[in-house]
């Protein structure tokens, strides 16, 4: 019966071995993306604390007269106050229909630097000190060393939608499969073999030595790597997600946002006054999230992460009407539905920041290992097709034997 597994274990890791390899490396360095980030930009996201902070629109009218090309959807507050304040800008529409589509792809930074994908709309976040209004810096993640990494991991560099993402995505189902079969390989005969399979013998010649690496590190890291492997089907397929809110009984539709009274001629609130009204529902947040309604009757929406959430996805939102700043209504995290609760915990447990630092380390550890992996294994197979080949003296054939008994 091991035989068999042997063989599907290996066949499959031939298969998916590069692009398991390509996951692991990439999903490692974005592990720590935004602790890098932040530790090597401080000028961008920090300033000096001042006196007096300027209001939103304040800031918002200095952005409008240093930066006119832009319309601003969003902001975004921290409640750290040596925090920038993050405004969300988007190229304004050309009034010409071809020179607006010619002029989306220069504004996104062009393809060389990572288009926005199909159906996005490009745009960029401005830092902004609150105490002097001044833009500290106007950025793209699409065209960062970050996004290429993000984009090699999610879909081989070919975007939303490209053969990469399905290819990423049956790698990653492959690799569900490689870890179960591989814990059956390890799964020991006795309690001689269970010691030997626990430890790596380093004093041993380099072949042993890479079969140890392979098989003990394989099984401490095999629950993480499934874990990890698993919730990243939830961005490859569909049908996962149409999964969890099956299993879970809940409908994929989020429940619907209030609409604002329209108000003919009327002008919606300020950033100010709607920020005001969300602090009556929550005085205290780590940040607050606004979004500038789209059209005429949609509500203002802000998003707030409490100060002790379950997770950094686990905000509550608040609608607000756009002409008097009524609060329409909330979605507290809590009363989402079971399904967009357990989904929403899909990225930070993949990603490893579920548990903040701790939980980092390990998950870029076993990212790390789960590199050498394919090319331990392939050493493995290597050694293996030579020894058949070159034909074995008895005492070889006889060492080579107890060892394939321990793996």
């Given at each position: 019966m091991k035989v068999f597994f042997r063989r599907i274990h290996l066949y499959l890791s031939l298969a998916?071995?590069?692009?398991?390899?390509?996951?692991?490396?990439?999903?490692?360095?974005?592990?720590?993306?935004?602790?890098?980030?932040?530790?090597?930009?401080?000028d961008r996201y920090y300033v000096e604390q001042g006196t007096t902070r300027l209001g939103l629109d304040q800031l918002a009218a200095g952005i409008k007269a240093s930066h006119p090309?832009?319309?601003?959807?969003?902001?975004?507050?921290?409640?750290?106050?040596?925090?920038?304040?993050?405004?969300?800008?988007?190229?304004?529409?050309?009034?010409?229909?071809?020179?607006?589509k010619a002029a989306a792809p220069a504004a996104a930074g062009g393809k060389e630097k990572g288009a926005a994908p199909k159906g996005?709309?490009?745009?960029?976040?401005?830092?902004?000190?609150?105490?002097?209004?001044?833009?500290?810096?106007?950025?793209?993640?699409?065209?960062t060393f970050f996004y290429q990494v993000f984009a090699l991991h999610?879909?081989?560099?070919?975007?939303?939608?490209s053969i990469g993402k399905y290819?990423?995505?049956?790698?990653?189902?492959?690799?569900?499969?490689?870890?179960?079969?591989?814990?059956?390989?390890?799964?020991?005969?006795?309690r001689t073999i269970m010691k030997q399979r626990l430890s790596i013998k380093w004093d041993a010649n380099w072949k042993r030595i890479n079969h140890d690496f392979h098989l003990v590190f394989g099984f401490y890291s095999a629950i993480f790597l499934f874990i990890f492997a698993f919730t990243g089907l939830a961005w490859?397929?569909?049908?996962?997600?149409?999964?969890?809110?099956?299993v879970t009984g809940s409908s994929m539709k989020p429940p619907a946002p209030p609409k604002s009274d329209y108000v003919a001629e009327a002008k919606p609130i300020s950033f100010d006054k709607a920020l005001a009204a969300t602090r009556t529902v929550y005085p205290q947040a780590s940040f607050y999230n606004l979004s500038a309604p789209k059209d005429s009757t949609e509500a203002y929406t802000v998003s707030a992460l409490g100060l002790d959430p379950a997770h950094e996805s686990a905000t509550d939102a608040v609608y607000l009407?756009?002409?008097?700043?009524?609060?329409?209504?909330?979605?507290?995290?809590?009363?989402?539905?079971?399904?967009?609760?357990?989904?929403?915990f899909f990225k930070p447990v993949h990603t490893g920041s579920i548990w903040?630092?701790?939980?980092?380390?390990?998950?870029?550890?076993?990212?790390?290992?789960?590199?050498?992996?394919?090319?331990?294994?392939?050493?493995?197979?290597?050694?293996?097709?030579?020894?058949?080949?070159?034909?074995?003296?008895a005492t070889a054939r006889a060492q080579t034997a107890q060892l394939e008994e321990v793996a």
């Open positions: 998916a071995g590069l692009v398991i390899l390509v996951c692991c490396l990439t999903g490692a360095i974005l592990v720590f993306e935004k602790d890098l980030q932040m530790a090597l930009n401080k090309q832009f319309k601003i959807n969003g902001v975004k507050v921290y409640d750290d106050p040596t925090r920038s304040v993050e405004f969300n800008v988007a190229p304004k529409p050309k009034k010409d229909k071809g020179e607006q996005r709309q490009p745009g960029f976040t401005l830092f902004v000190n609150p105490y002097t209004g001044q833009v500290l810096e106007q950025y793209s993640y699409r065209e999610r879909w081989l560099l070919g975007g939303e939608g290819i990423v995505g049956v790698s990653t189902l492959i690799f569900l499969f490689i870890l179960l079969t591989g814990i059956i390989l390890w799964w020991p005969r006795t490859s397929f569909e049908w996962f997600n149409k999964g969890i809110y099956t009407d756009q002409y008097s700043g009524t609060v329409l209504g909330q979605l507290p995290f809590a009363e989402r539905s079971t399904g967009a609760k357990a989904r929403s903040g630092t701790p939980s980092k380390i390990i998950a870029f550890i076993v990212c790390l290992l789960g590199v050498t992996f394919p090319i331990t294994g392939t050493i493995m197979w290597i050694n293996r097709i030579r020894k058949k080949k070159k034909g074995q003296p």
